[in-house]
């Protein structure tokens, strides 16, 4: 059964409340894991655990999200490269590499402007709920 997207964000927004330890309403579609929740490298590891956890309806078939496929792994390193990234923007190979690397962020903004300080808000609770209802409704 096809999950709607507020079922989903709703179950996203409960997880990230549990897992990070921040107030619900702090959870909004935009919010960055890292610079407006606070997440750290190893909360990625327990969000995605507890997504699996929670999105899966049947134990014969456990809901898996393969490594990096969610969260990018090696991003500060890839971002860090001269290709990617000159005088702290983003070039276009680098613009190519986090599109590649994020399908499910939203890039409208940061297009715009494509700055490392931009990148930081690619990774939000909108781009959780965006890869979920790819993997559940495919």
Same mark, same amino acid.
Request: charged share 30%.
């Given at each position: 059964m096809a999950m709607s997207r507020d079922e989903i964000y709703k179950k996203v927004r409960a997880i990230l409340v549990?897992? &990070?330890g921040v107030d619900e309403e702090e959870v909004t579609p935009t919010a960055a894991l890292r610079e407006d929740l606070g997440?750290?490298?190893? %909360?990625y590891l327990d969000i995605a655990f507890r997504l699996e956890k929670a999105f899966t309806t049947d134990p014969a078939h456990p809901f898996k999200i393969p490594r990096g496929e969610l969260? @990018?792994? +090696? &991003? @500060?390193a890839v971002m860090s490269d001269e290709r990617y990234v000159k005088d702290g923007k983003i070039t276009p190979d680098g613009i190519v590499e &986090? /599109? /590649?690397r994020m399908p499910y962020s939203d890039f409208t903004e940061? %297009? /715009?402007a494509p700055s490392m300080e931009s990148a930081a808000s690619l990774m939000n609770v909108d781009t959780i709920? +965006?890869?979920?209802?790819?993997r559940l409704n495919a």
């Open positions: 549990e897992t &990070l997440a750290e490298s190893i %909360d969260f @990018p792994e +090696n &991003l @500060p &986090l /599109k /590649k940061f %297009d /715009k709920v +965006n890869y979920m209802q790819a």
